[in-house]
Each structure stands twice: as structure tokens, then as C-alpha cells.
């Protein structure tokens, strides 16, 4: 049986992949390729966010009852890498490779300490405790699937 948190799980990678696009066309200084692999990201990361902060964690919140744990300092990284994001946008509007480039390590970093969490932390923990919400993963995987196609 799927786990609630399996399309979540994969959306990561698939973020991941969308933020590598953007990297490397800023790497090869294409503006453009860069502008679309950007916007992409942006909205895919948003996607995830959304569908985190919208049904997974308040369902979690409710099943245990815990709302200033994992799911709090997760919902503060989304705010973190939200402004790093809006960084990158800005450096990228004024063609500034070296900022882009700065905004874009630290967000890499900030991502991938952020995943390492909720893959080894916070989603076990949900998948223990939303354990049958069939439901919920249902939901999980609608709203990322209408994003990933």
C-alpha cells in the first residue's frame, strides 16, 4: 500500500530536477531557457508547498495534536526558501549571474537539509500517524498529478 507521503516524496525529485534546469541554463548564461526553468520551479515548488501546507500538515496537526513541532519549523523553510526563490528572480531580472548564483547555493542548501527532514523525520512521522488515510494520499497525489503532467 502507498504511504500518504509517496507523491510528495517523488514531487521532490521532481522539484529538484526543475531547480537543476534553472542552475545550469544560468550557468550557461541563456536568459531565457533560465527565465522559464526559474518560473517552472517556482511553481512546482509553490505546488508542493501548498499541498504540504494545505493537507498534509494540518492533517498530521490533528491526528497528533503536535502544532508547534516538525511541522512549524517546516512551514518557517518554506518561508525561507520562498525569499530565496524571489531573490533569484530579482538577480535574475537584472541579469545578475553572480547574485543568481549565490541565491541559488543557498537555496540548494537549504532544500536539501529541508528534504533530508521531511523524508527521514516528519514523513515517517505522518505516515505512521495518517497510517489508512487513503483519502488524504488520494488528494495528495491529485494536486501534484494536475502539476507534474
Same mark, same amino acid.
Given at each position: 500500500?502507498?504511504?500518504?507521503?509517496?507523491?510528495? +516524496? #517523488?514531487?521532490?525529485?521532481?522539484?529538484? *530536477?526543475?531547480? =537543476? =534546469?534553472?542552475?545550469?541554463?544560468? /550557468? #550557461?548564461?541563456?536568459? !531565457?531557457?533560465? &527565465? %522559464? =526553468?526559474?518560473?517552472?520551479?517556482?511553481? *512546482?515548488?509553490?505546488?508542493?508547498?501548498?499541498?504540504?501546507?494545505?493537507?498534509?500538515? !494540518?492533517?498530521?496537526?490533528?491526528?497528533?495534536?503536535?502544532?508547534?513541532? !516538525?511541522?512549524?519549523?517546516?512551514?518557517?523553510?518554506?518561508? %525561507?526558501?520562498? @525569499?530565496?526563490?524571489? +531573490?533569484? +528572480?530579482?538577480?535574475?531580472?537584472? /541579469?545578475?549571474?553572480?547574485?543568481?548564483?549565490?541565491?541559488?547555493?543557498?537555496?540548494?542548501?537549504?532544500? %536539501?537539509?529541508?528534504?533530508?527532514?521531511? %523524508?527521514?523525520?516528519?514523513?515517517?512521522?505522518? *505516515?505512521?500517524?495518517?497510517?489508512? @488515510?487513503? *483519502?488524504?494520499?488520494?488528494?495528495?497525489?491529485?494536486?501534484?498529478?494536475?502539476? &507534474?503532467?
Amino acid at each position: 500500500m502507498m504511504r500518504v507521503t509517496e507523491a510528495l +516524496e #517523488q514531487h521532490h525529485k521532481y522539484c529538484d *530536477d526543475t531547480f =537543476a =534546469a534553472a542552475e545550469e541554463a544560468a /550557468r #550557461q548564461g541563456d536568459w !531565457p531557457a533560465c &527565465t %522559464q =526553468a526559474l518560473k517552472s520551479f517556482h511553481h *512546482d515548488l509553490e505546488q508542493h508547498f501548498g499541498v504540504e501546507e494545505s493537507l498534509l500538515f !494540518p492533517a498530521f496537526e490533528q491526528a497528533t495534536g503536535m502544532t508547534a513541532g !516538525p511541522t512549524r519549523m517546516m512551514r518557517m523553510e518554506h518561508v %525561507q526558501m520562498r @525569499a530565496l526563490v524571489e +531573490e533569484m +528572480e530579482e538577480c535574475l531580472r537584472a /541579469r545578475d549571474a553572480d547574485g543568481l548564483a549565490g541565491a541559488a547555493e543557498t537555496l540548494l542548501v537549504l532544500m %536539501q537539509q529541508h528534504n533530508l527532514k521531511e %523524508q527521514n523525520i516528519l514523513y515517517p512521522m505522518c *505516515d505512521q500517524h495518517l497510517h489508512g @488515510a487513503r *483519502d488524504l494520499r488520494e488528494r495528495i497525489g491529485a494536486a501534484l498529478a494536475t502539476e &507534474t503532467t
